[in-house]
Structure formats: structure tokens, C-alpha cells
């Protein structure tokens, strides 16, 4: 295989990280060799950042705590439990101690394995150029960049990628280039996992709909919305077809055309690796330990060991897009949006906060923490003396 099998994976969609790559070496260097007040404040505009970002999650959080604190409050009042016997933090503490540790210690398992897979994957793409990464080095810095985005979110990609480069001396570019094309195929497995979980929770999700927003009377206003929609929408799509030309060539139009073609250079550049079928048998195993992960969770708290595939995957789902806010691991948002799939499955408002704060505490300290910390002891020791070439 010849380094241009991956070259077309390096599209405009790694503009971004490898401007955020370049741009913190150039304000590392002007502050060694110039001091001036730009890298300063650029400093300072990506620690306001941080602090809007944990300021995010810590808000959600909060509000979350105060209003199950009061539930709790209220249940106590009910079962004659004085107040000052009763806290939720204790009783977060409580239901923490009373998980199964089999299924936690299993969960640190499964995400282990995923990011062995991960790791295999990342290392068939970084073949192509005719390396031989070793299989410890992209283990390591996988779990280094989830641990560098506890820290701050997004900056654990250019800490894998940097990693990666330097220890096995591949061109920053390429490795960059790797990591979007590996990131395209999580994102359709997501979304396809995200259709499956919504397809299979249908009911309760449209039923839960229905509770929020009391349609009642207004059925037939929605139906003629929808049809409106429809006709609009098939009309929008004729007027642009008929202007596809101005369309195509506009900026935005370049935009759009640029996502789309990343996209299917990302599944082309799969299916050139040395084995395509290791490589989508790996992607689907990443997956496969990110849904028993939670479900081994699911397991571990008496509250919830009961529910089923269609809880775990609609809670899986609803996790994975918590974490997809840019607040340290999903922090807030990722506790509000699996407390209400579990509430869904007629599990209490107190007892899935508490699975959510067992999950989210499980995986980012028994995890990311514990083996983020490992990797960035490790990486050093093991390439002390090592020579990729």
C-alpha cells in the first residue's frame, strides 16, 4: 500500500484540528522567542473557553442536584424520615457502594477492549503509509487523549495525534488525517445505533412526546402542518435543483459538497487497508463495548438489573449524545439525558440520577483517569530507546 491511499482522507474536515495543532505550536514558539500580548491572549481565550465548558456541565449538574434534592426531600417527608437525616448525597454515596463491583470491574473491561479494537484500527490505516506502529503506542494514546479531555473537551484528539507522531515518527498530517477518517466511522455507527435504539423505543418515546407537549385537539392542525411541510419541502428541493449551478459554487454550496465528499473518502480510505474486514469488524466491536459498558451498569444497580436491550440501548444513545456536548465527559448533560431514558422504563427520577452518576463516575475515574494516568506514565518508559524506523 502506498502512502496516497490515505491522502485523500486529509480533506478540509481536518482543517480544524490541524489549525488547532499549528496554531499552538506557533504560540509556543512566539512565547519562547518573542513574548508578545497575542499568544497571551490567546491564552486567555482558551481558558475562558475552559471555564465556559466546565461552567456548562458543573450549571446542569447543579440544577439537577437541587431538584432531585428536593424530591428527596419530599419522599422523606412521606416515609417520616427526619430532614436532617435526609441527603441525597448520602444516599448517591449509598447507592454507590451498594453497585455490583463484578460489573463495574466489567466495565472497565469492555472499555479496554474497545480501545484495543481502536487501536488496531488506528494502526491498519497508519500501515498505509509503511509503517509498522506498535499496538502499545496506539492503545496509550488513545486513552491519553480521552484523559487529556477531562481537562478540556476536544483537546484529547491533538494530544493523541501529537503523541502518536512523535513516538513513532509519522508526519502530524497524516496521523491527523487517520483520526478523521476513524471519527467518520463513528459517527455513521452512531447514528445507526441512535435509528435502531429509536426504532426499537418508539413507543415510549412518542408516549413521553405526548406528555410534554399536550397535542390533544391539535391532531389535526399537526397533520395539515405536516402536509404543508411536505409540499414546501419538495417544492424547496425543485427551486434547488433548478439552481444546483449558483448553488454548488457558492460558499456555502462548496461547504456542504466539501462535508459530504469527507464522508465518502473516509468509507473509500476504509475499504483500501490491508484488510477492510478487520477493519469493519473492529469498528463494529468498538460499539459493541461502548452498549455493554452500559449495560454492565445497568446491571451492577439492583434499580435497574432488570431492564432490558431496548432500556440499554435507548439509555446508550441518549448517553453517547450527552457526550457529545463539549462539557468535560459529558458532565450535566450526560446525567440529564439517561435519567430521563431510564425514567422512560419506570425507573424513579432518584434512582436513575444515581445510575448516572455511577456510570459517569465509573468510566471517567476507573477509565479515563486511572488509565489515562497509566499512559502518560507509561508512553515515555516504553519509548525509551525505541526506533519506529
Known amino acids: 500500500m502506498g502512502t496516497?491511499?490515505?491522502?485523500?482522507?486529509?480533506?478540509?474536515?481536518?482543517?480544524?484540528?490541524?489549525?488547532?495543532?499549528k496554531s499552538l505550536q506557533a504560540s509556543y514558539q512566539q512565547t519562547i522567542n518573542k513574548p508578545t500580548f497575542a499568544p497571551m491572549n490567546k491564552s486567555l481565550a482558551n481558558a475562558l473557553k475552559f471555564l465556559l465548558f466546565v461552567g456548562v456541565g458543573f450549571g446542569i449538574l447543579y440544577l439537577m442536584y437541587r431538584?432531585?434534592?428536593?424530591?428527596?426531600?419530599?419522599?422523606?417527608?412521606?416515609?417520616?424520615?427526619?430532614e436532617d437525616?435526609?441527603?441525597?448525597?448520602?444516599?448517591?454515596?449509598?447507592?454507590?457502594?451498594?453497585?455490583?463491583?463484578?460489573?463495574?470491574?466489567?466495565t472497565l473491561v469492555a472499555f479496554s477492549i474497545s480501545n484495543l479494537s481502536r487501536a488496531a484500527r488506528w494502526n491498519m490505516m497508519l500501515r498505509t503509509f509503511g509503517k509498522t506502529p506498535r499496538l502499545i503506542?496506539?492503545?496509550?494514546?488513545?486513552?491519553?487523549?480521552?484523559?487529556?479531555?477531562?481537562?478540556f473537551p476536544r483537546i484529547g484528539e491533538v494530544v493523541r495525534a501529537a503523541s502518536m507522531a512523535r513516538y513513532e515518527k509519522i508526519s502530524l498530517e497524516r496521523v491527523v488525517g487517520t483520526i478523521v477518517v476513524g471519527r467518520t466511522i463513528d459517527v455513521?455507527?452512531?447514528?445507526?445505533?441512535?435509528?435502531?435504539?429509536?426504532?426499537?423505543?418508539?413507543?415510549?418515546?412518542?408516549?413521553?412526546?405526548?406528555?410534554?407537549?399536550?397535542?390533544?385537539?391539535?391532531?389535526?392542525l399537526l397533520q395539515n402542518l405536516l402536509v404543508v411541510g411536505i409540499i414546501g419541502g419538495l417544492l424547496v428541493l425543485g427551486l434547488a435543483w433548478w439552481q444546483r449551478a449558483k448553488i454548488m459554487g457558492s460558499a456555502i454550496g462548496q461547504k456542504v459538497i466539501g462535508v459530504f465528499k469527507g464522508f465518502g473518502e473516509g468509507l473509500q480510505t476504509a475499504l483500501k487497508v490491508e484488510s477492510p474486514l478487520q477493519f469493519?469488524?473492529?469498528?463494529?466491536?468498538?460499539?459493541?463495548?461502548?452498549?455493554?459498558?452500559?449495560?454492565?451498569?445497568?446491571?451492577?444497580?439492583?434499580?435497574t438489573a432488570a431492564l432490558e436491550i431496548e432500556a440499554v440501548l435507548v439509555t446508550f444513545v441518549a448517553g453517547g449524545w450527552g457526550i457529545v456536548v463539549p462539557s468535560p465527559?459529558?458532565?450535566?448533560?450526560?446525567?440529564?439525558?439517561?435519567?430521563?431514558?431510564?425514567?422512560?422504563?419506570?425507573?424513579?427520577?432518584?434512582?436513575?440520577?444515581?445510575?448516572?452518576?455511577?456510570?459517569?463516575?465509573t468510566i471517567n475515574v476507573g477509565c479515563n483517569i486511572l488509565i489515562g494516568l497509566i499512559a502518560l506514565l507509561a508512553l515515555p518508559r516504553i519509548n525509551e530507546g525505541y526506533d519506529s524506523a
Not at 6 to 20: D, G, H, I, K, Q
Not at 70 to 80: K, N, P, T, V
Not at 198 to 210: F, H, I, P
Not at 337 to 356: C, D, I, R
Open 137 to 151: 503506542n496506539a492503545f496509550l494514546t488513545i486513552n491519553l487523549g480521552y484523559f487529556a479531555n477531562l481537562g
Open 329 to 361: 465527559g459529558g458532565m450535566g448533560t450526560y446525567h440529564f439525558l439517561t435519567g430521563e431514558a431510564l425514567k422512560l422504563y419506570e425507573v424513579s427520577s432518584l434512582n436513575a440520577f444515581s445510575w448516572s452518576n455511577i456510570c459517569f463516575f
Open 4 to 21: 496516497e491511499n490515505l491522502a485523500p482522507a486529509v480533506s478540509a474536515r481536518t482543517n480544524n484540528l490541524r489549525t488547532t495543532i
Open 85 to 106: 437525616q435526609c441527603s441525597l448525597l448520602d444516599k448517591l454515596v449509598a447507592d454507590f457502594k451498594s453497585a455490583n463491583p463484578v460489573w463495574l470491574l466489567m
Open 280 to 303: 469493519f469488524l473492529h469498528s463494529i466491536n468498538i460499539w459493541v463495548m461502548y452498549v455493554l459498558m452500559t449495560w454492565f451498569v445497568i446491571l451492577s444497580f439492583s434499580p
Open 188 to 220: 455513521i455507527l452512531l447514528l445507526s445505533i441512535t435509528g435502531i435504539a429509536l426504532l426499537m423505543g418508539r413507543e415510549k418515546l412518542w408516549n413521553r412526546a405526548v406528555e410534554l407537549v399536550d397535542v390533544g385537539d391539535k391532531v389535526d
Open 67 to 82: 431538584s432531585q434534592q428536593a424530591a428527596y426531600l419530599e419522599q422523606c417527608q412521606l416515609d417520616g424520615v427526619p
